[in-house]
């Protein structure tokens, strides 16, 4: 065994043979597997093997899709069989939200470039003979979609990668691993040490334990999945001695489960409520091709629905129930990049369809760690988008949850209830007493939207579907009310959230931004420091607030900051709710070592209560003792003052485009600041305000969220950054050049604001595809109804001699084409008069 290589990565599931695989493919042959036992002996061996495309993440989308495409490769450069069954894959859907979820699905898949077809129920019939299609609206079709041997996929894995340099050690375990001062590390095991630069985590069950290794709470726990293999149907046999096609992967949505073909019988897999988490602690040393004994009674709600699909099902008997671990995290995507406080330490890990993407994120892994970025925005994988409030409780609750959803219908708009409420702002209680109907980010209760006291949704206003998965509505408050119905159209509230915007620009709202993202940076060094980590000028001036970009290597976007100048060298950092934990690992490992600068998290340490509306100063001025006349408190600055007995810099910002401020407070003194505002607004009419007012209202402004119009993918010029780019600007900072040299190609995409036209019931939501003709020209990044405005509208990056302000495109929203118009950017108060006011 070597004692010394590159990377090493820990793990011989597929996933880790992938990551090996495509590091040797880059070109770093210094690479090495370890495995305690034999290759695919964890959790790989026990796959089903399928290979599902649908995905409502693009991050995951993605992944997904290279994998498909990338595993006929895989065989036809090792001469290897991978077991690969192209058979397609149909989704049946028996109700009108289904259709619409694969309707917006589709928007996905055409900017991913997956090929997504509808078919209606006989075409269903004509493609799987033994379905019965009694209920069915519908159905779409992947037909580069089926299934793999997983076992034969991580051999051919394994070959490609030792064929290009890569070692494997099976039968070695590794016992410690230890940070080394110059950022490399030192993999002890049972065999001898071996020193490497970078090690990459690809565990599965394990995960937590290898975690437990360098100090780090992996949030990843396995559910146990079950699924069922049926002695052969004579149906099935005889359609194989005729030579007719296999019947491809069935997944009904609505009930739950996938079925497929399998040595002429059947492999049915539901996905159940009630199924356990397991190996909270990780498995036992000895761990090896281990399975849990069968829960069947668990299953029978779903193996009733499929003998009414499929009735051939009942008339076959049971060879093997296979119960397993899966690997799952509390959203049920995996996670995929850099480990949050450690330099050069890697996780891919929490892959519950780890066959699906093992390839993709294999990939994408390999790319980030040669190259320093990778090539697909990878947000929605990003290891550090979950932060210290995912204890072990809560991931048990989480993850068990995520299991029982995967088929469940994801609206855009859905909010899940396990583990809540966890994070609460002071006020809190105040809000929910106010009609607050909360939603969470990054562990945080927050207002989307107010209903009004004693409001409720009857069983025939939610109208729910007659199948075994119908929950459309979000959870219920406490005193049992239901008050949200989910949908992908405009839904129940979509006239209070109207109320709620149209309010703010006529009187005065109140928002608690608490879940704001909130870090100091200080020192003597500090100006020089922030300079060269953000494309913007720092602010000069004490009390100067700018909106500042860092960028990513390759010249995208990876955060946003609004920073603030409290004195010299004292600088305070505010960014997405969201994104705490990402955008905290990059400040600390991109900090200076030699102690000029001094870093602080102080995000549960201030609270943020956002006032906006035009009586917003004539309130505010009521309680403290500073001028907030334009004459000295100007807009995009900030100052420290009282509110009645309390304290709060106030920062002349925010994100929908009226007169206001940020009072960013002592998160202890936020209920008297509330009460003081609430008490002193009642003469203005003051209201709450939520969420989804604010994003319609930013809407109307053409301000962009990361990771929508602002990622690693787009230049941050093609996000129409240009104000907040100085590439001539005397320091360096990171990704200048790159975004220089992108300039110097010339870009591929610009960002346009849109009103669609002829909209009744359904707006943009994001990721819909943007069309000239039959062509697509770009992809929606957001959208919405604009209520100041009375107007429809998208958000998105087009070509960029599209761009101009009158081109007429159309846009695809739930399968229907819509006009749509590039307008001026920020269609509202394009002069900022309101702000400035």
């Not at 779409?140 to 034969?152: E, R, S």
């Not at 051939?312 to 093997?320: I, P």
């Not at 009609?435 to 990054?442: D, E, N, P, R, T």
């Not at 505002?677 to 604010?694: C, T, V």
Request: aromatic share 10%; proline share 5%; net charge negative.
């Amino acid at each position: 065994m070597k004692d010394k290589a590159k990377v090493v990565v820990i793990g011989g599931g597929v996933v880790g043979v992938s990551t090996l695989y495509h590091l040797a493919r880059k070109g770093w042959t210094d690479v090495v597997l370890i495995e305690r036992k034999e290759l695919t002996s964890g959790s790989t061996w026990h796959a089903a093997g399928l290979l599902p495309l649908f995905n409502l993440s693009y991050s995951v989308g993605k992944l997904h899709q290279y994998s498909v495409n990338f595993y006929h490769e895989l065989q036809e450069e090792t001469g290897q069989d991978v077991g690969f069954k192209v058979v397609s894959n149909i989704r049946l859907a028996s109700c009108p939200d289904r259709m619409d979820e694969y309707r917006y699905y589709a928007g996905v898949g055409q900017t991913v470039g997956v090929d997504v077809r509808f078919l209606t129920p006989q075409q269903v019939k004509e493609i799987w003979p033994m379905c019965n299609t009694e209920g069915l609206v519908g159905a779409i079709q992947h037909p580069d979609d089926g299934y793999i041997q997983a076992a034969d996929l991580t051999q051919a894995l394994a070959k490609g990668a030792r064929t290009r340099g890569a070692e494997i050690y099976r039968n070695t375990t590794v016992t410690a691993i230890e940070a080394q001062p110059d950022d490399s590390w030192v993999i002890k095991t049972d065999k001898g040490d071996i020193a490497c630069e970078h090690v990459v985590s690809c565990t599965g069950n394990f995960a937590r334990k290898t975690g437990a290794m360098v100090g780090i709470d992996v949030p990843v726990i396995p559910v146990e999945h079950q699924y069922i293999v049926t002695e052969p149907h004579p149906d099935i046999l005889a359609r194989k001695e005729q030579g007719l096609p296999e019947q491809g992967v069935l997944r009904e949505s609505d009930a739950g489960y996938y079925l497929r073909e399998e040595a002429g019988g059947l492999i049915l897999g539901p996905y159940e409520k009630g199924a356990p988490c397991c190996y909270v602690d990780g498995p036992h040393d000895e761990s090896e091709y281990e399975l849990f004994n069968p829960d069947l009674e668990r299953l029978m709600p779903h193996i009733q629905a499929c003998i009414n699909r499929v009735p051939a099902f009942s008339e076959v008997g049971v060879k093997t129930v296979y119960n397993g671990a899966i690997a799952y995290t509390p959203d049920g995507n995996p996670i995929v990049g850099p480990a949050w406080g450690l330099k050069n330490f890697w996780l891919n890990e929490g892959h519950s369809f780890g066959i699906t993407a093992a390839g993709g994120a294999g990939w994408q892994l390999a790319e980030w760690i040669v190259d320093g970025e990778p090539t697909v925005d990878m947000m929605g994988v990003d290891p550090r988008r979950f932060g210290p409030y995912a204890s072990r409780g809560y991931l048990r609750a989480k993850n068990e949850e995520a299991y029982a959803g995967v088929f469940t219908t994801h609206y855009p708009d859905e909010e899940r209830a396990a583990a809540r409420p966890l994070k609460r702002s002071p006020c809190y209680d105040r809000m929910k007493d106010l009609g607050a109907v909360f939603g969470q980010v990054y562990g945080w209760e927050r207002p989307n939207w107010f209903a009004p006291a004693d409001y409720s949704l009857s069983e025939s206003d939610l109208n729910k579907a007659d199948t075994l998965l119908n929950v459309n509505h979000s959870a219920a408050l406490e005193d049992g009310r239901i008050v949200e119905k989910n949908s992908f159209r405009r839904s129940n509230y979509f006239d209070f959230v109207g109320r709620e915007c149209l309010h703010v620009q006529e009187k005065v709202g109140v928002l608690d931004m608490s879940a704001f993202s909130k870090f100091t940076v200080q020192g003597r060094g500090a100006a020089d420091w922030l300079n060269s980590l953000v494309a913007n000028n720092i602010p000069k001036g004490i009390g100067r607030v700018g909106l500042c970009h860092m960028l990513s290597r390759n010249g995208g976007v990876r955060a946003e900051f609004t920073i603030y100048k409290k004195a010299e060298g004292d600088y305070y950092l505010v960014s997405a709710g969201a994104m705490e934990r990402h955008d905290w690992d990059y400040l600390c490992k991109l900090a200076p070592t030699d102690g000029s600068v001094q870093l602080q998290k102080i995000t549960t340490q201030m609270g943020v209560l956002v006032l906006a509306g035009p009586r917003t100063r004539e309130l505010l001025q009521k309680l403290t003792d500073t001028d907030l006349s334009n004459d000295n408190f100007k807009w995009l600055t900030g100052q420290p003052i009282n509110v009645g007995y309390a304290q709060a810099d106030a920062l002349r910002v925010n994100f929908v485009g009226e007169l206001g401020w940020e009072l960013h407070h002592p998160i202890e003194m936020q209920n008297y600041i509330f009460d003081e505002l609430m008490r002193a607004g009642a003469e203005f009419d003051i209201k709450p305000f939520g969420i989804r007012a604010m994003d319609s209202m930013r809407l109307e402004k053409s301000y962009r969220l990361i990771p929508r119009e602002m990622s690693i993918e787009y230049a941050a010029l093609e996000s129409g950054l240009d104000r907040f780019v100085r590439l001539d600007k005397e320091c360096d900072f990171i990704g200048k050049k790159a975004l220089a040299d992108w300039q110097q190609r010339g870009f591929d995409n610009s960002f346009v604001t849109m009103e669609v036209h002829g909209v009744s019931d359904a707006d943009a939501r994001g990721s819909e595809a943007i069309y000239q003709g039959e062509e697509m020209v770009g992809r929606a990044t957001s959208g919405g109804y604009g209520f100041r405005l009375g107007k429809s509208l998208a958000l998105g990056l087009v070509r960029p001699e599209l761009a101009e302000v009158g081109v007429e495109l159309e846009i695809e929203i739930l399968g229907e084409r819509y006009s749509a118009t590039v307008v001026e950017e920020s269609p509202y108060d394009p002069g900022n008069a309101a702000l400035r006011s």
